[in-house]
């Protein structure tokens, strides 16, 4: 297995640009995951889906980021305008509910807002 | 709900000493816990986990990790550090408190540094 796969690997822009970033899951995996890290806030939960549902997004930041996962082998997270404060490092991960939860990571998308 | 708490958030040890890196948990419910190592620049990785039997699990790396049950812990140790083992690790616990949300509860983690 490929494991999880997430694009772009560094993303730079500029203030206000539209950023999003891409996901896809171990397959077979019913749970997706997007965290955020960065160095003053360690990693933080932002957003999970069960089957493709969202479940909680009480970790998004604010309305400028949305998720969405349209099928069980993609999803997306998009910030719209994209500011300063979002550089970070961005995290996807997927894990089987029959798993205990165990998390699989991708290898992140490294955003640099100017 | 379930919590993690590591204690300390840097852990320095001289190359060849023993690496010990602390993690309590707060449980309802039976707990599934799990160590992951994050190396510079890349996504993290499972080092080991504990679910059922046997309290003591061994991991990749020769890292091994106890469960204690008595204590809430699962601290995680290397009889000898090596320069690569230099990394950030964090411990979590399943959030099955109240049903199973399927979530992972990570600790704030803790940085080791390795000297020669």
């Known amino acids: 297995d490929a494991g999880v796969i997430q694009s772009p690997r560094h993303e730079v822009t500029e203030m206000g640009q539209e950023v999003t970033l891409r996901c896809k899951p171990i397959s077979g995996h019913d749970y997706l995951f997007w965290y955020r890290q960065t160095m003053m806030r360690g990693l933080e939960l932002l957003i999970y889906?069960?089957?493709?549902?969202?479940?909680?997004d009480s970790g998004m930041p604010e309305d400028r980021f949305s998720a969405k996962m349209p099928n069980a082998s993609f999803s997306t997270l998009k910030i719209q305008p994209s500011e300063p404060r979002d550089s970070a490092v961005y995290f996807c991960?997927?894990?089987?509910?029959?798993?205990?939860?165990?998390?699989?990571f991708g290898p992140g998308t490294r955003l640099t807002v100017l | 709900a379930q919590s993690v708490t590591q204690l300390g958030s840097h852990v320095s040890v001289s190359e060849g000493a023993l690496v010990l890196l602390r993690c309590n948990y707060s449980?309802?419910?039976?707990?599934?816990l799990f160590w992951y190592v994050q190396y510079p620049n890349q996504g993290l990785q499972l080092l080991l986990k504990?679910?059922?039997?046997?309290?003591l699990v061994k991991g990749i790396n020769g890292f091994e990790a106890e469960f204690k049950k008595s204590e809430t812990s699962f601290h995680l140790t290397k009889p000898s550090a090596h320069m690569s083992d230099a990394a950030e690790y964090f411990c979590a616990v399943s959030d099955q408190g109240s049903g199973n949300t399927g979530k992972l509860i990570f600790g704030q983690g803790t940085t080791l540094q390795v000297k020669p």
């Open positions: 991960a997927s894990s089987r509910r029959a798993g205990h939860n165990e998390q699989f």
């Open positions: 449980s309802s419910v039976p707990p599934y």
């Open positions: 889906f069960n089957n493709n549902v969202p479940i909680d």
């Open positions: 504990y679910t059922t039997g046997a309290t």
